[in-house]
């Protein structure tokens, strides 16, 4: 019973951070169809950026209970600064083969692990005990569990659902959703889509530095998150489908709660089921299981 427990929080708590990470890569390519290798880029500096803006918040002794706007604050301020900057770079290749995103976006991935070098240095950098602070609940059957967890999930569900929200209720999630059918047919309507792209890049980069900022106090910071948690997202993406945001979540619980699973039963076989699962899903269904952007 208790390690179902904990294969189900673990699993939910990955695939909450996951979601994420792939949905801001999702709702890019959807719109502006470039695949971004930077995403997972945007997850570890998102987390360096959290554990500082933690530290600031534990010098000016705010309660606990401010530590998540505080890191929901410091992912979203980031994506307003990078956002538009890294846009702005990526717009000479909008029209151009995948080959050429593929390398540009590479090549951000290696200009973020050199900025986080420099500003936070080379040695994995953690929370100090904030983890613990959030406490634990504990359920019926005696079984505790990690309160940050679930507060991280219901995060997750609650960002997830203005998302939603947004793209299908909003004025301009409605024209986000006209652009990534028809960019060519919306500029005919005066659509200015240069801003509609970089809103939109904005919004997956917000993504992706939120999610780094909210996973930090569970665990370390280290340069080589990024490039991990590319492989992770860019499996849930061909599990749930290249540019679909339900094809998002799907791919993300299905990842989770393998990843949870494999690491229960047997640890060395994490990555390898997950990479299994993936194979499976190209051969059988080489589209993902949503392949469409909705």
Not at 48 to 67: C, D, N, Q
Not at 84 to 98: A, N, Q
Not at 225 to 232: A, F, N, Q, R, S
Not at 254 to 278: D, K, Q, S
Request: with cysteine.
């Amino acid at each position: 019973m208790l390690s179902g427990v904990n294969i189900l929080v673990g699993g939910a708590f990955h695939a909450a951070v996951l979601f994420l990470v792939a949905g801001g890569l999702q709702i890019v390519f959807g719109v502006q169809k470039i695949i971004n290798l930077a995403c997972g880029s945007f997850y570890a500096i998102g987390a360096y950026f959290g554990i500082s803006a933690l530290a600031w918040a534990f010098k000016l002794h705010l309660p606990v209970a401010t530590f998540i706007p505080v890191l929901l604050g410091s992912g979203l301020l980031l994506a307003l600064v990078l956002g538009p900057l890294v846009e702005r770079v990526l717009r000479s290749i909008y029209h151009r083969d995948e080959h050429f995103q593929l390398l540009l976006t590479f090549a951000f991935v290696l200009m973020f692990e050199d900025i986080i070098r420099m500003i936070w240095g080379a040695s994995p950098r953690q929370t100090e005990n904030i983890y613990q602070a959030f406490g634990e609940i504990r359920l019926a059957s005696g079984m505790n569990i990690p309160a940050y967890n679930l507060i991280v999930i219901a995060v997750a569900i609650a960002l997830s659902l203005a998302l939603g929200w947004f793209l299908q209720s909003t004025r301009f999630g409605k024209i986000v959703r006209a652009t990534a059918e028809n960019a060519a047919i919306c500029e005919a309507l005066c659509i200015d889509v240069s801003k509609v792209y970089m809103a939109v890049f904005t919004l997956g980069v917000a993504l992706g530095t939120t999610g780094g900022a909210l996973v930090v106090p569970a665990t370390a910071a280290s340069l080589d998150m990024g490039v991990e948690l590319i492989v992770d997202a860019f499996a849930v993406v061909v599990i749930g489908g290249l540019g679909s945001m339900a094809g998002a979540l799907i791919g993300a619980l299905i990842v989770g709660f393998t990843r949870a699973a494999a690491i229960w039963i047997y640890p060395e076989f994490e990555m390898l089921a997950i990479y299994v699962l993936v194979i499976a899903v190209l051969i059988f269904r080489p589209r993902g299981l949503l392949g469409k952007f909705t």
